[in-house]
C-alpha cells in the first residue's frame, strides 16, 4: 500500500492541478467554445461523429471500465471467501479500489455534479445548432439541461480514478508506468468525447 508521503503527495498535485485549471478557465473564459469550434465544420456538424471509429474506441475504453467495476467484485468476493490473493491483491485491497470507483466517478461526478451543475453539452446549445440552451462556464452553476449533463465527464473521471487508485498498490517502478499510461488513456478518453461534441475541454479536465 502506498506511504502517507505518496497520499500526500498525490493530494497536493491535485489540489494544485484543480486551481490551476480553475484560474485558466476564469481568465480565459472562451477557451472552452475556441476549442469545441475546431471540430465545428460549416455544415453545422460535429464532423468527428463520420468516423465510425471514433464511438467504436469510446465504447472500448467505457466497457474496459466497466468490466474493472466486475472483475473488483468477484475478485474482491473470491479473495475474502478464500483468504487468497487474486491477481496479487487481497480482498481488502479488491474493496479499495471498487470502493473509489464507486465513490469518485459514480457517485460524485454522475450522482452529484450532472444532476445539479445541470451544464448543457456542446451539441445542445444554440452555439453549435442545438434547440435553446446556452453556454455557461464550467464554474458557474448553470439551469440549461434537465439530465445527462455536460459537467464533469463520467468516463474520464473513472478512467483517471482507477489509475491513480491502482497505482497506489504497485510498486514504483509499475506505477510510473502505469501513470504514463494512464495519463494518455485519459487523454485519448476526453479528446474523444470533445471531438464529437458530448463535452467541453473543462468538463474532461475537471473530471
Not at 490551476?20 to 480565459?28: A, E, I, P
Not at 455536460?150 to 491502482?166: D, K, N, Q
Amino acid at each position: 500500500m502506498a506511504c502517507k508521503t505518496e497520499v500526500l503527495c498525490f493530494l497536493f498535485i491535485a489540489i494544485s492541478a484543480f486551481v490551476g485549471c480553475l484560474f485558466v478557465f476564469m481568465n480565459y473564459p472562451t477557451l472552452d467554445m475556441d476549442i469545441t469550434k475546431g471540430f465545428f465544420d460549416e455544415n453545422g456538424r460535429f464532423f468527428y461523429n463520420d468516423y465510425p471509429w471514433v464511438n467504436i474506441l469510446r465504447r472500448f475504453i467505457y466497457f474496459v471500465l466497466v468490466g474493472f467495476y466486475v472483475a473488483a467484485v468477484f475478485c474482491g468476493l473470491h479473495a475474502w471467501k478464500t483468504l487468497a490473493p487474486v491477481w496479487g491483491f487481497t480482498w481488502d485491497k479488491w474493496l479499495y479500489l471498487f470502493s473509489a470507483s464507486m465513490i469518485g466517478p459514480v457517485m460524485l461526478v454522475n450522482v452529484t455534479l450532472k444532476v445539479t451543475w445541470v451544464r448543457a453539452r456542446p451539441r445542445v446549445i444554440d452555439a453549435f445548432g442545438g434547440p435553446d440552451n446556452h453556454f455557461t462556464d464550467c464554474w458557474v452553476w448553470a439551469d440549461q439541461c434537465r439530465d445527462n449533463c455536460s459537467f464533469t465527464r463520467g468516463e474520464v473521471a473513472g478512467v483517471a480514478m482507477f489509475i491513480i487508485s491502482l497505482a497506489f498498490l504497485l510498486s514504483k517502478r509499475l506505477k510510473i508506468t502505469l501513470l504514463v499510461a494512464g495519463s494518455i488513456i485519459c487523454i485519448t478518453t476526453a479528446w474523444l468525447r470533445i471531438a464529437i461534441g458530448a463535452h467541453f475541454l473543462s468538463d474532461t479536465i475537471m473530471a
